[in-house]
């Protein structure tokens, strides 16, 4: 197994005023090529700020991040949008899609920054809303699709890039639970085709989906365990079909 994301006693302080906030304090972890893993924790606990600095929209206080070989923890704010784009597929609970534009259009936007043509853009879009289940919704807006097909349609611009890692912040976090387990089901199959996923969530049951679980706590890993439980879409519909 190749070692994808390696972090080196990451600390991460904000100063708020004359108050100090230690967000991370001494982090350490190691997450293979191909792993399923969740970051657990209460709110304040760090699972947040580690999410960001993995995903390179924020940088470390103290310590080194190694994502995919390369030392990202002193790079520009540039040299960070350039690994982002390239590395790292992001999914929000918020979904976080242009009102006044098309799936499609909302697909394929990371590929104008890229450097694709408008064809290419536009067929790789299309590719990627049929691996969600939505290839017949290019051209419905995100007003005109329920909130499990806005995050499916957010999932897709996260595939884009084929990034080696897919980092979801609350994807359920607005969804109802039978759309939960769907989204869920769509991060299995993901996942079964050998994407890196990283998931945050503050719910049990979501994270139970994941291969491993590591918990925060006040800025500090409290455990980091393999999931021996781990549920799978088709498990929950033979639980819940009685």
């Known amino acids: 197994m190749s070692v994808i994301i390696e972090t080196h006693d990451i600390s991460k302080v904000y100063r708020m005023g004359a108050e100090t906030i230690h967000a991370l304090s001494s982090v350490s972890i190691k997450i293979n090529k191909g792993e399923y893993v969740a970051f657990m924790g209460p709110s304040g606990s760090g699972k947040s700020t580690l999410m960001n600095i993995i995903g390179c929209l924020d940088t470390p206080t103290g310590g080194q991040y190694i994502l995919n070989g390369q030392d990202v923890s002193n790079m520009s704010d540039n040299e960070l949008a350039e690994v982002r784009n390239k590395e790292i597929g992001f999914v929000f609970q918020t979904f976080n899609?242009?009102?006044?534009?098309?799936?499609?259009?909302?697909?394929?936007?990371?590929?104008?920054?890229?450097?694709?043509?408008?064809?290419?853009?536009?067929?790789?879009?299309q590719q990627a809303l049929e691996s969600v289940?939505?290839?017949?919704?290019?051209?419905?807006?995100?007003?005109?699709?329920?909130?499990?097909?806005?995050?499916?349609?957010?999932?897709?611009?996260?595939?884009?890039?084929?990034?080696?890692?897919?980092?979801?912040?609350?994807?359920?976090?607005?969804?109802?639970?039978?759309?939960?387990?769907?989204?869920?089901?769509l991060f299995e199959n993901l996942h079964s085709k050998g994407n890196t996923?990283?998931?945050?969530?503050?719910?049990?049951?979501?994270?139970?989906?994941?291969?491993?679980?590591?918990r925060l706590r006040d800025g500090l890993v409290e455990s980091d365990i393999?999931?021996?439980?781990?549920?799978?879409?088709?498990?929950?519909?033979?639980?819940?079909?009685?």
Do not use: C, W
């Not at 899609?97 to 879009?125: C, D, F, H, T, W």
């Not at 998931?199 to 049990?204: F, K, L, N, S």
């Open 97 to 125: 899609l242009l009102p006044r534009q098309s799936s499609l259009e909302n697909v394929a936007l990371p590929l104008i920054y890229a450097g694709y043509s408008k064809s290419q853009r536009e067929e790789k879009a």
């Open 197 to 214: 996923i990283i998931m945050v969530t503050h719910e049990e049951d979501i994270a139970r989906y994941a291969h491993r679980i590591v």
């Open 133 to 185: 289940g939505l290839g017949n919704r290019g051209k419905h807006k995100p007003n005109e699709l329920s909130g499990g097909q806005r995050q499916r349609v957010a999932i897709a611009r996260a595939l884009i890039n084929d990034p080696s890692i897919i980092l979801a912040d609350e994807p359920t976090g607005n969804l109802d639970t039978k759309t939960s387990y769907e989204i869920m089901e």
């Open 226 to 242: 393999m999931n021996d439980d781990v549920i799978t879409a088709s498990r929950f519909q033979t639980e819940h079909s009685n």
